[in-house]
Antibody, heavy 117, light 110 residues
Framework: EVQLVESGGGLVQPGGSLRLSCAAS????????MHWVRQDPGKGLVWVSR????????TYADAVKGRFTISRDDAKNTLFLQMNSLRADDTAVYYC??????????WGQGTLVTVSS | QSVLTQPPSVSAAPGQKVTISCSGS????????VYWYQQLPGTAPKLLIY???KRLSGIPDRFSGSKSGTSATLGITGLQTGDEADYYC???????????FGTGTKVTVL
């Protein structure tokens, strides 16, 4: 059974950093594009970043470019999102997703990141 | 802020049909596949439709997708109370080099 389990969210002050993890099971991470998508509580979905199957290509939304870094550890079958210089408008539930046919066919349960002083 | 526009809400009685539109441009819907997601209250989104009109395995044929030009449509027939959810379209935007989602539509079963 395919599962994605995010962790690492929490409360952080503006300007701080957090590292989100997404542990995958039931499939091999290295065979798929993987994404991070976020959602402000009560609002819509916003794409954050993606990484290709071999980890050699990454893409970011303009809002996070230069501050966030997506990476993967294939030995641990885990996806990461390093978030630096966090701002209040980064507050959201962060989902990791697996991509199949260009769409996100599996989603984790999400992890809440709150940026506040 | 989203580049894909959806109606905020649609509603119909049980058993009836609703359609949800998703309007974009040539840089996104016009030249890329469209996907549709369902988000039930308090849960993560779930993929319903990929590549414009293909249902993911296990998705009932009450759900259908179509695309014409720079717009796409999700149809739900035989509406059930369990269909009450938020629905989002999504695609790739070639100009932004980014995935984009629609503004979301809340479906209410009267």
């Amino acid at each position: 059974e395919v599962q994605l389990v995010e962790s690492g969210g929490g409360l952080v002050q503006p300007g701080g950093s957090l590292r989100l993890s997404c542990a995958a099971s039931g499939f091999t991470l290295s065979g798929f594009w993987m994404h991070w998508v976020r959602q402000d509580p009560g609002k819509g979905l916003v794409w954050v970043s993606r990484i290709n199957p071999d980890g050699g290509s990454t893409t970011y939304a303009d809002a996070v470019k230069g501050r966030f870094t997506i990476s993967r550890d294939d030995a641990k079958n885990t996806l990461f999102l390093q978030m630096n210089s966090l701002r209040a408008d980064d507050t959201a539930v962060y989902y990791c997703t697996r991509s199949l046919f260009g769409a996100s066919d599996f989603w984790g349960q999400g992890t809440l990141v709150t940026v506040s002083s | 802020q989203s580049v894909l526009t959806q109606p905020p809400s649609v509603s119909a009685a049980p058993g009836q049909k609703v359609t949800i539109s998703c309007s974009g441009s040539s840089s996104n819907i016009g030249n890329n596949y469209v996907y549709w997601y369902q988000q039930l209250p308090g849960t993560a989104p779930k993929l319903l439709i990929y590549e414009n009109n293909k249902r993911l395995s296990g998705i009932p044929d009450r759900f259908s997708g179509s695309k014409s030009g720079t717009s796409a449509t999700l149809g739900i027939t035989g509406l059930q109370t369990g269909d009450e959810a938020d629905y989002y379209c999504g695609t790739w935007d070639s100009s932004l080099s980014a995935c984009v989602f629609g503004t979301g539509t809340k479906v209410t079963v009267l």
